[in-house]
T-cell receptor
């Protein structure tokens, strides 16, 4: 089954304690991204990756890091979490438009990770 | 700059009535347009997309959307709403030369029995 898997689904942590949210996809997608969802703000892109070892900042990258060592995995790292990073996080993946697969341009999303930083 | 507007935070409709969830966009060139739905405690699920061709696109669960280039709109519609359609709906746009999705702020659809 085609899917994007995020872990954990729920996480409560304390300010300053490093954490990693994992994301894995089994569709051989080139493009992966992380979003945070906040009430009234919709989904905002944190970081994205166009392929292995190619990552770049999205719209709200402060306080986050990512890596893309393998095509299927795209972990989100919070080196020193703060309460303003309390949010619902989604990982997404898709084929890249540059690959020419116009029929498969929709993104697939993970189930989400609800993070609370106290 | 690309942007998506969903002017209604919430739409209320009685079961069996038609529903419309509005979306307008701003993007350079021809857009790719998408609708996603989010049920409680779930991720976003793809509903439908417009890439090219017929302006009326049909998607999952009986939903459809009409692309209107002159009004830069992509409203989501369904002829007869179900209580189970109650969820949060997001419109998104992707410029033709990028992979990045830009989302609207979402519209909560409440269908009353």
């Amino acid at each position: 089954e085609a899917q994007v898997t995020q872990n954990p689904r729920y996480l409560i942590t304390v300010t300053g304690k490093k954490l990693t949210v994992t994301c894995s996809q089994n569709m051989n997608h080139e493009y992966m991204s992380w979003y945070r969802q906040d009430p009234g703000l919709g989904l905002r892109q944190i970081y994205y990756s166009m392929n292995v070892e190619v990552t770049d900042k999205g719209d709200v990258p402060e306080g986050y890091k990512v890596s893309r060592k393998e095509k299927r995995n795209f972990p989100l790292i919070l080196e020193s979490p703060s309460p303003n990073q309390t949010s619902l996080y989604f990982c997404a993946s898709s084929f890249s438009i540059r690959g020419g697969l116009l029929s498969s341009t929709e993104a697939f999303f993970g189930q989400g990770t609800r993070l609370t930083v106290v | 700059a690309q942007s998506v507007a969903q002017p209604e935070d919430q739409v209320n409709v009685a079961e069996g009535n038609p529903l419309t969830v509005k979306c307008t966009y701003s993007v350079s060139g021809n857009p790719y347009l998408f609708w996603y739905v989010q049920y409680p405690n779930r991720g976003l699920q793809f509903l439908l997309k417009y890439i090219t061709g017929d302006n009326l696109v049909k998607g999952s669960y009986g939903f459809e959307a009409e692309f209107n280039k002159s009004q830069t709109s992509f409203h989501l519609k369904k002829p007869s709403a179900l209580v189970s359609d109650s969820a949060l709906y997001f419109c998104a746009v992707r410029a033709i030369n990028t992979d990045k999705l830009i989302f609207g702020t979402g519209t909560r659809l409440q269908v009353f029995p």
